[in-house]
């Protein structure tokens, strides 16, 4: 490339350099692909550089107030003490930073009275944020716009390569694969990753960076705590032959279910080839339908790895999904309790297997849940098919903080905590009885936005039966189902308009 900026005869007009055949490409294009290779690295030298001095500043003034409170205590110190000293504060600053880490939850999990104890994470990749806080201003799906919080997460995933291409001896890692080289992983192998803040302790990062050709994961856990960032752990992930088990208690709803289905069909049997779905069917009305579907798309994909439980009871979906589990007889399993609204992708199951361990980890994703797409696309003659309306924008949807209901954990957990409070009747609270379970245990709770994974609108029943309090909460959510703040706002100034339109 030298050679050529150098070396190339000059001609008329802006001319092309040799070499390069059927491209007019000239001296400007290298000189600024040079440039551009140039300020790539000068930006990571400077990241660098930034943690290299933020650590000596601590180290610096950790040694300096030492420094002080032993000259209060001797004055005459001679330089043998001071020297030890200066190393005292060096340790006494890596045991303060590790202490930190010890005391948030990043190991093991820390017993919460309730799920409002509970700090979730926001998930990102290297373009978007995907945030639960959105007030008016902020929305589920950002580009970060602040340069502070661009830096940061740049500078976490490149922190995170420097772990994984520069092993140390307690990560077990090999210096080669047996081929003779070690694989270098760049910015482009990051896949996902989620953060979140501890206000008295520091911030965690949970990067997970996938070659694109390879089926193993590469997991880097790291951990601010308010000063230089500390690797915690850095693990190989092979995920390639971890089933999930995925449970629907269904009643009625046919039609949902063929919906279901050929999301299933796409996603499932197609990308992804390591599920087995148990379908827990309430009641006789509409079983046929539901085993005619499952065996057309037997027969259409060589599809067999499913199961039906039927029960001829009324319907109860903390039951249908205990049944679920229970009806796994091949041993441990990843379990993902699903409903039939719900529409999910490839990367989700793997974020699924990735976020669940057992006996130390459950996922508790959070959906983003679809508005009526009656009231979204008004302007429209008819709404958009479902794979167009999945989208993260304020009007269209909004996160389902308060749904517990869509999670990712082991069997053996499932069944050491007692399962669902069977004694619950209807809507809603059997999900957050069971979340509560694992909080005041010692498993990690990972509870964050999860873009892959959809709620789609349906209208929503209250029954009479329900107690005042279930009731109320279905009425909520039926609330919040509907619209968005603006879209609902239009619906009750409607009259307004019109008259106003009418005067105009």
């Known amino acids: 490339l030298m050679y050529l900026l150098e070396c190339a005869p000059q001609s008329d007009g802006n001319g092309s350099l040799p070499g390069v055949v059927g491209e007019n490409m000239g001296k400007e294009y290298y000189q600024a692909l040079l440039q551009e290779q140039e300020e790539h690295y000068q930006n990571r030298a400077t990241s660098l550089k930034r943690q290299i001095a933020q650590l000596k500043q601590e180290l610096q003034e950790m040694s300096d107030k030492l420094k002080s409170l032993q000259e209060k205590k001797t004055p005459k110190v001679n330089s043998m003490n001071y020297q030890g000293t200066k190393e005292q504060a060096s340790n006494d600053l890596l045991e303060f930073l590790h202490s930190q880490i010890d005391k948030a939850e990043v190991s093991v999990g820390a017993k919460l009275p309730s799920e409002y104890g509970v700090i979730p994470f926001e998930s990102f990749t290297s373009m978007k944020v995907f945030q639960l806080e959105m007030g008016l201003t902020r929305h589920p799906e950002e580009k970060p716009v602040r340069k502070d919080k661009r830096d940061e997460l740049v500078e976490v995933i490149e922190a995170g390569l420097e772990v994984i291409n520069n092993p140390d001896e307690e990560d077990g890692q090999d210096e080669d694969d047996g081929v003779g080289e070690r694989h270098l992983y760049n910015e482009n192998d990051f896949i996902e990753g989620y953060y979140r803040t501890e206000r008295d302790k520091g911030t965690q990062y949970e990067l997970f960076y996938k070659k694109m050709d390879g089926m193993e994961y590469r997991h880097v856990t790291l951990f601010r705590p308010f000063g230089p960032l500390m690797k915690v752990k850095s693990e190989t992930v092979d995920i390639s032959r971890s089933i999930i088990n995925i449970i629907v208690p269904l009643a009625g709803r046919t ?35 539901v085993r005619s579907i499952l065996e057309s798309v037997a027969r259409e994909t060589n599809f067999h790895n499913y199961t039906i439980v039927s029960l001829n009871e009324e319907f109860n979906r903390g039951r249908g999904l205990d049944m679920g589990a229970r009806a796994w007889e091949k041993g441990e399993v990843l379990m993902f309790f699903c409903d039939v609204d719900v529409y999910f992708t490839a990367e989700f199951l793997n974020s699924c297997r990735l976020n669940a361990e057992p006996g130390k980890k459950v996922f508790y994703p959070v959906v983003f849940s679809l508005y009526n797409p009656a009231i979204v696309y008004a302007n429209q003659e008819m709404p958009p098919p479902v794979e167009q309306q999945l989208v993260h924008k304020k009007d269209s949807g909004f996160w389902r903080d308060f749904g517990f209901g869509m999670t990712c954990q082991y069997r053996t957990d499932f069944l050491t905590v007692g399962g669902f409070d069977l004694e619950v009747k209807g809507w809603g609270v059997e999900d957050v009885h069971l979340y509560r379970k694992y909080l005041h245990g010692d498993l990690i709770v990972i509870r964050t936005p999860v873009p892959g994974l959809f709620h789609l609108w349906h209208e929503k029943h209250c029954a009479d039966e329900l107690t005042p309090e279930q009731y109320r909460m279905c009425i909520q959510s039926k609330a919040m189902n509907e619209a968005s703040h603006s879209h609902l706002g239009m619906l009750v100034f409607r009259e307004e308009i019109e008259t106003h339109l009418r005067k105009q």
């Not at 796409?266 to 148990?278: A, F, G, M, Y």
């Open 255 to 289: 039609e949902a279910f063929a919906q279901f289905m050929q999301n299933f069909r796409d996603v499932c049997i197609h990308q992804d080839k390591r599920v087995h779905l148990t379908v827990v069917y309430f009641g006789q009305n509409g079983l046929s339908e």
